[in-house]
């Protein structure tokens, strides 16, 4: 027979209390009564004594608050997106909050049906990472169950709040690096499968033009068809592979460029593999660069030039922001973005251009 479950009135019957000074005792709130230590450690044995556990979505129907967050994650196996779920857990743990993560499925809805599981009692508000596919639909849909939600490192078209990276300083600073080094064939590859590769396309379309430099449209390496699949185990190294083609097509051009700007570390990856596969010595011959800063851009050879996106900061504001909003729902302050400055991380896969490549 299963155990029946032992609650307060339990211990309150076996201390000789009343069920509100056993609730003060566990729930370490006196609101200013004096309750004696004897009391306090004969409440506290007796609890242990008989294997009482907090009934936590009971107090969460009383307090409207659990104490608890959740995550929604597009792509835990990525390298970035691993650290960021990473460092909001960490951050999380820091504040006394408890947060759980999900895992996106790979169907259109999965994230507005994960959501609507989680609709009851059991989580304060929610954090929305990466550039999840149906952004704007899950947050109809959390706006609808009155939850609060904050988009974390999902760009900057995303609706308020958010927290994210000034990737248009990134780009910024990558451009002027390359300028100085006396590049200005610049070409950029990246998939536009992805909302924020999409997003680094146009930031980077907008930095050349600022510095006057043409961007023939040979110059413009996309793969297009590869959305990030969760279930197919083969995807990441598919669209390596398809890294490593685009970057031998744009160095076998008549005209080649003589650096790329990749819209991640891991296209930046495959570019410096593609070259190597064609004879050419980088940054000799080509200069290239990545975008977020993870770690295997320090382990490759050339270690990798790269905007580092600092994922802590941007964590540890989400964060912040997610639980304020718990608190004040209704200030329109917290309704805002918050954009973190990335840093350069100049290694050796850059170099100025030589005469014969300008």
Not at 70 to 93: K, T
Not at 172 to 189: Q, S
Not at 193 to 208: D, I, N, Q, Y
Not at 227 to 253: G, I
Request: glycine share 8%; aromatic share 6%.
């Amino acid at each position: 027979m299963r155990k029946a479950r032992v609650g307060i009135r339990d211990i309150a019957e076996e201390a000789g209390v009343s069920i509100g000074t056993v609730s003060k005792i566990l729930n370490n709130k006196t609101d200013g009564v004096r309750i004696g230590a004897e009391t306090r450690e004969r409440v506290v044995e007796i609890a242990e004594r008989l294997g009482y556990q907090a009934n936590p979505l009971a107090s969460a129907l009383r307090s409207k608050r659990t104490g608890i967050i959740g995550a929604v994650n597009r792509n835990p196996g990525g390298e970035f997106m691993g650290r960021l779920g990473q460092q909001v857990q960490l951050a999380a743990r820091r504040r006394d909050v408890e947060l759980f993560v999900g895992i996106m499925k790979n169907m259109p809805d999965s994230v507005e049906a994960q959501l609507s599981i989680l609709q009851g009692q059991l989580f304060d508000g929610f954090l929305l990472l990466g550039d999840l596919p149906n952004y704007r639909d899950v947050a109809r849909k959390l706006r609808n169950l009155n939850k609060p939600h904050v988009s974390v490192a999902a760009g900057i078209a995303v609706e308020v709040p958010m927290a994210h990276t000034d990737e248009a300083l990134g780009f910024k600073l990558l451009l002027d690096y390359l300028w100085g080094l006396g590049h200005r064939k610049i070409a950029f590859m990246g998939s536009l499968a992805w909302p924020l590769v999409r997003e680094r396309l146009r930031l980077f379309k907008e930095g050349m033009a600022v510095k006057g430099l043409s961007l023939p449209g040979e110059y413009i390496a996309t793969m297009d068809n590869f959305p990030y699949n969760l279930e197919d185990f083969a995807a990441s190294e598919k669209l390596f592979r398809s890294t490593v083609d685009h970057a031998k097509a744009l160095l076998r051009q008549a005209n080649p460029p003589t650096a790329i700007v990749c819209a991640t570390d891991g296209f930046a990856l495959g570019a410096l593999k593609g070259a190597a596969q064609l004879g050419l010595r980088v940054p000799r011959d080509v200069s290239i660069t990545g975008f977020d800063g993870i770690e295997g851009g320090f382990i490759c050879q050339p270690e990798l030039t790269t905007i580092r996106r600092p994922i802590e900061k941007v964590a540890a504001e989400a964060v912040d922001l997610l639980l304020a909003l718990i608190d004040s729902p209704e200030d329109p302050a917290l309704q805002r973005r918050i954009l973190i400055e990335p840093e350069l991380i100049v290694r050796e896969s850059c170099a100025p251009v030589l005469e014969e490549n300008s």
